[in-house]
C-alpha cells in the first residue's frame, strides 16, 4: 500500500530556473543527444533542490521520479557540480566584502555530520572523520561571514579531527587572503579555536592560569564577543536552510563541493552575495 500527497518546494521559481539552466549548459557541454535523459533538466532540478532542502532520501527520490537509485546520485552529482562551480572565489568575495563596505568579517568552523566512518587516520585506532570536540564524524568546513553573519564564503572541506587552526592552516589561500584583508585595517574575527593565529585573526583574550583578564581586556572581549557571535549566524543559516547538510551519508571528501552548492543556492534565493 502507498499513499500519493501533494508537496511545495519552498523556493522561487527564479532558483529552479536558475539551476535548470545551469544543468541544460551542462548537457549541451557534454554533448548530451536530445530524448537520452529520463528527466527534464527542470525536474532534474526539482530533485536536486529537494535533496537540499528537504533531505529527502534518496530512495524516495528514485521511487518519485521512476528512475534508479543510480541514476538519482548522478543527477545528485551533476547539480553539485554545476552549482559548485558558480560558488565565488576567496578573494572575490572578500572583494565585494571590501566594496559592500563591511567594517569586518567573521571566520569560523562548523562541522557538517557525516555516517561515512572506518576511514584509518594518523592515530591508531581514531577515524579520520572523527571530531572529539563534537563526539561525531564529519568534515570541518571554514565559513567567513559578512558583519550580520550572511555568508560570504565556504572552504574545501577538511577531515573532522582536525581543530579550526589546522584546517586553516591546511587551506594555503585562506591566511594570505586574510592578511590582505586586514592589512586594509578591517579585522578578521574569530573565536579562540584559533588562538594560534592570532596574528591575522582577532580573537578574545584567554584568562591566564591562575591570572585574571585585565579591565581593557575583559571591555574588548565583551565587544569582541558581541560582534562574531554574529557571525556565527552563518553556520546556523546554511544548515537550519538545507536538511541535508545536518547528516551527509555521501563520500566525506564531497562535503566542500555539497556545502558551496548549498551557497550559491542560498545567494539565488536571497539575491544577495555580500
Not at 53 to 81: C, H, M, P, W
Request: glycine letters at 8%.
Amino acid at each position: 500500500m502507498s499513499v500519493s500527497y501533494t508537496a511545495t518546494l519552498p523556493v522561487r521559481d527564479q532558483t529552479v530556473l536558475y539551476l535548470s539552466s545551469l544543468l541544460h549548459a551542462e548537457r549541451v557541454r557534454r554533448g548530451t543527444r536530445k530524448d537520452r535523459r529520463v528527466l527534464t533538466t527542470f525536474k532534474q532540478a526539482v530533485l536536486v533542490l529537494r535533496w537540499f532542502l528537504d533531505g529527502t532520501r534518496v530512495k524516495q527520490l528514485a521511487v518519485d521520479n521512476a528512475i534508479g537509485k543510480s541514476t538519482v546520485y548522478t543527477y545528485l552529482e551533476e547539480g553539485f557540480t554545476v552549482l559548485a562551480a558558480q560558488a565565488p572565489a576567496l578573494e572575490s568575495a572578500l572583494l565585494a566584502a571590501k566594496m559592500a563596505g563591511h567594517s569586518h568579517i567573521s571566520i569560523d568552523g562548523t562541522l557538517i555530520e557525516t555516517d561515512r566512518v572506518r576511514t584509518p587516520g594518523p592515530t591508531d585506532g581514531v577515524d579520520l572523520w572523527w571530531s572529539g570536540k563534537h563526539s561525531n564524524h564529519g568534515g570541518n568546513i571554514q565559513v567567513i561571514t559578512a558583519p550580520d553573519g550572511w555568508p560570504l564564503w565556504t572552504s574545501d572541506v577538511r577531515p573532522g579531527r582536525e581543530h579550526d587552526t589546522t584546517a586553516l592552516r591546511e587551506h594555503p589561500e585562506i591566511l594570505p587572503a586574510l592578511a590582505t584583508w586586514i592589512a586594509e585595517n578591517t579585522p578578521a574575527l574569530g573565536d579562540l579555536g584559533y588562538e594560534g593565529e592570532a596574528d591575522t585573526i582577532t580573537v578574545a583574550f584567554k584568562k591566564p592560569k591562575g591570572g585574571e583578564l585585565t579591565k581593557e581586556q575583559k571591555t574588548h572581549n565583551k565587544a569582541h564577543n558581541g560582534k562574531r557571535a554574529i557571525g556565527e549566524r552563518g553556520n546556523s543559516l546554511l544548515k537550519t536552510t538545507f536538511k541535508a547538510l545536518l547528516n551527509i551519508s555521501l563520500c566525506p571528501w564531497k562535503i566542500g563541493t555539497i556545502v558551496a552548492a548549498a551557497l550559491v543556492i542560498l545567494h539565488i534565493e536571497h539575491d544577495r552575495t555580500t
